[in-house]
Each structure stands twice: as structure tokens, then as C-alpha cells.
């Protein structure tokens, strides 16, 4: 069974070309994507009209704003999410080292199921 089809992924990403990559991925897998955005208020502002999203894939820093906000959101909806990033592990806090992390470059196809993991737990 694709663990994507149906879901609801937000994609909070700053680079263009990433995220219709990203997107792209998504959506072959069966996920439906919420979004791409590229800015925090954006982010925010599809998590307070939406009463469902099934996962997030973050980038830590939309448009030199840290993505933390939507994160608190994130955790107290209990949405899982991950990082896809190329900030090194030290550009991450303590508080958000649990959370699994994509480094850019990296593979879709591996992310796409990744996700299909993460939201099997």
C-alpha cells in the first residue's frame, strides 16, 4: 500500500526549482500537496485555514525566517514532519534534533517513501 495516497503534505520550501522537484515527487507518489510556500506567513497561513494536513516537508529557513513557528504548530496538531535542508546538524536546535532530516541534495524518490515511512509509525 502507498502510505502517500491521499495525504496532505504541506511543503514549506524557499528554492524554486527544489520544490517543483519536490512537488513533483509528492505527487507521483499519490500524496496531494498543500501549498509549495516559501515564506513563513504562508506556511502559517495554510496551517490556520486547513483542518487537515497529514505531514509537512520543511526547509529550516524560508527566506532567512526560521521555520520554528510552523513547527509549534506542527507538534500541537501532532502532524509529523521532516527537514529538508542543507543547514548542518549545528544550525538545528537541541529541541528539533529528533526530527528526521533530509540533506539537500538529496533523492525524491527516497524522500517520497521516507515520508510514506514516517507517517506509517
Given at each position: 500500500?502507498n502510505?502517500l495516497?491521499?495525504?496532505?503534505i504541506?511543503?514549506?520550501?524557499?528554492?524554486?526549482?527544489?520544490?517543483?522537484?519536490?512537488?513533483q515527487a509528492?505527487e507521483?507518489?499519490?500524496?496531494?500537496?498543500?501549498?509549495?510556500?516559501?515564506?513563513?506567513?504562508?506556511?502559517l497561513?495554510?496551517?490556520?485555514?486547513?483542518?487537515?494536513?497529514d505531514?509537512?516537508?520543511?526547509d529550516?529557513?524560508?527566506?532567512?525566517e526560521a521555520?520554528?513557528?510552523v513547527?509549534?504548530?506542527?507538534e500541537?496538531?501532532?502532524?509529523?514532519?521532516v527537514?529538508?535542508?542543507?543547514d548542518g546538524?549545528?544550525?538545528?536546535?537541541?529541541?528539533?534534533k529528533?526530527?528526521p532530516r533530509?540533506?539537500k541534495?538529496?533523492?525524491?524518490e527516497?524522500?517520497a517513501?521516507?515520508f510514506?515511512?514516517?507517517l506509517?509509525?
Amino acid at each position: 500500500m502507498n502510505e502517500l495516497y491521499g495525504r496532505i503534505i504541506l511543503v514549506a520550501e524557499k528554492e524554486y526549482f527544489i520544490t517543483d522537484d519536490l512537488t513533483q515527487a509528492l505527487e507521483k507518489a499519490g500524496a496531494d500537496v498543500l501549498g509549495p510556500v516559501g515564506t513563513l506567513d504562508g506556511a502559517l497561513s495554510l496551517l490556520e485555514v486547513m483542518d487537515r494536513v497529514d505531514g509537512a516537508v520543511l526547509d529550516i529557513n524560508l527566506r532567512d525566517e526560521a521555520v520554528y513557528r510552523v513547527i509549534d504548530v506542527l507538534e500541537a496538531r501532532g502532524i509529523p514532519y521532516v527537514f529538508a535542508t542543507s543547514d548542518g546538524e549545528t544550525a538545528i536546535p537541541d529541541k528539533y534534533k529528533h526530527v528526521p532530516r533530509w540533506m539537500k541534495p538529496f533523492h525524491l524518490e527516497d524522500l517520497a517513501k521516507g515520508f510514506g515511512d514516517l507517517l506509517r509509525r
